[in-house]
């Protein structure tokens, strides 16, 4: 240099060569689509293995049509619909592997369809592997199993007779669940009865809700069915006073029936109802009173049809319970499914009679179970679309 001073070695470095980025190529579904392909395989030979074996059960009761060795069979070929997603699986893994130098980002998404048949064949699998275990469960000990739960004759013979008892569980939780909508909001806007003269019926209202939220529902039927008679006498007093309506007497399990649940799920529906009483904004109570609307007025015609409006679907789950619950009014001797059930039950030393009512509250509960989800899906979408 010109001032004689030799040049630093960090000024004389070359720079260093800069690489080039290339994506990692995707990792090979080839193993996880022969899984599958092994899965399905396995799977498509248990179900054959198990529809001989219930034609050999059904054989030893005496069916020999040999119809229902075909029907069976026919079944179990269509466990052959599990090899599609699975070779479509290995199919694509091939393919992707043959694009890899060609065009990386389509064999990334090729791969991706791969993973997706792969896992599409696996979850198929194991659902009908579990209708198989089943199947192998029904023909357990002999069909002993099939014979002690689902006869089918005898449940036919016997539904007339669990189907009129079902109508009296559809009748206690229709009525139940009127009351319950209304003294459960009794007891939320008593439990939110404002300043401090209404603390002590919020006081009492909190008792209440902390009592029978704690008590066993079996229990509460129980005292109010059994316990209640004993200490007053309503069936003397609905008999002498009611001497023309014979029927009146014999519907009081019935009514009490109802009120245990009505007891029972206001403590819980009640919760419901503060809860979306509360989750309506503060500003809305504040703009109603400067308008001039009264307490009551603000939860009767502001706060209250809000409040409505988000808690439908818990209101359902709850008389969903309150639906199965109704089989526990066979404690205090009301005839309804369930206790018919038994009576049969006993009689003819089977349960096909009980898995008839288990039968009938699936049918109405699992479309019940539906509503609720497209209920809460709506409501997801709503908030979505407010921002």
């Not at 080839?30 to 219930?54: D, G, K, Q, R, S």
């Not at 029904?138 to 689902?150: E, K, P, S, W, Y």
Request: a positive charge; proline letters at 5%; aromatic letters at 10%.
């Amino acid at each position: 240099m010109e001032d004689g001073t030799e040049p630093s070695a960090s000024r004389t470095r070359a720079p260093r060569p800069t690489r080039e980025w290339k994506p990692a190529p995707p990792k090979s579904a080839m193993t996880l689509a022969l899984v599958a392909c092994f899965v399905a395989l396995t799977i498509i030979a248990f179900a054959f293995l198990t529809a001989e074996t219930v034609k050999d059960a059904v054989s030893e009761l005496g069916e020999t049509d040999p119809r229902v060795g075909y029907g069976l069979w026919a079944i179990a070929a269509v466990s052959f619909f599990l090899l599609w997603p699975a070779i479509s699986a290995v199919r694509a893994a091939r393919t992707a592997t043959a694009r890899l130098a060609d065009d990386l980002a389509e064999a990334r998404a090729i791969t991706a369809d791969a993973r997706e048949y792969a896992w599409t064949a696996l979850g198929w699998s194991a659902a009908v592997a579990i209708v198989l275990v089943f199947g192998q469960f029904l023909v357990a000990n002999d069909i002993a199993v099939g014979r002690t739960f689902f006869n089918v004759r005898l449940m036919d013979k016997t539904f007339p007779l669990v189907a009129k008892a079902f109508w009296e569980n559809v009748k206690i939780f229709v009525i139940a669940e009127i009351f319950v909508l209304v003294w459960g909001l009794v007891i939320a806007i008593a439990r939110l009865a404002p300043g401090r003269a209404g603390a002590p019926v919020r006081f009492i209202a909190a008792a209440y809700v902390d009592l029978f939220r704690g008590l066993p529902a079996i229990i509460a039927i129980y005292l109010v069915g059994i316990a209640l008679p004993k200490a007053i006498p309503i069936y003397d007093f609905v008999g002498e006073n009611f001497p023309d309506y014979p029927d009146l007497r014999d519907s009081v399990p019935t009514m009490l029936a109802i009120l245990a649940l009505t007891l029972t799920y206001g403590a819980y529906v009640s919760e419901v109802y503060r809860a979306g009483i509360e989750s309506v904004h503060r500003s809305q109570t504040a703009a109603a009173r400067s308008l001039g609307f009264t307490y009551g007025q603000t939860l009767r015609f502001i706060v209250v049809p809000q409040a409505v409006r988000r808690i439908i679907p818990p209101l359902l789950n709850d008389f969903i319970s309150l639906q199965k619950d109704t089989a526990l009014v066979s404690v205090i001797g009301t005839i309804e499914a369930f206790n018919q059930a038994k009576i049969i039950a006993s009689n003819h030393f089977n349960l096909s009679s009980v898995t008839t009512v288990a039968l009938l509250f699936v049918l109405i509960t699992i479309p019940q179970g539906r509503l609720v989800d497209k209920l809460i899906e709506r409501d997801q979408k709503r908030m979505r679309s407010s921002g």
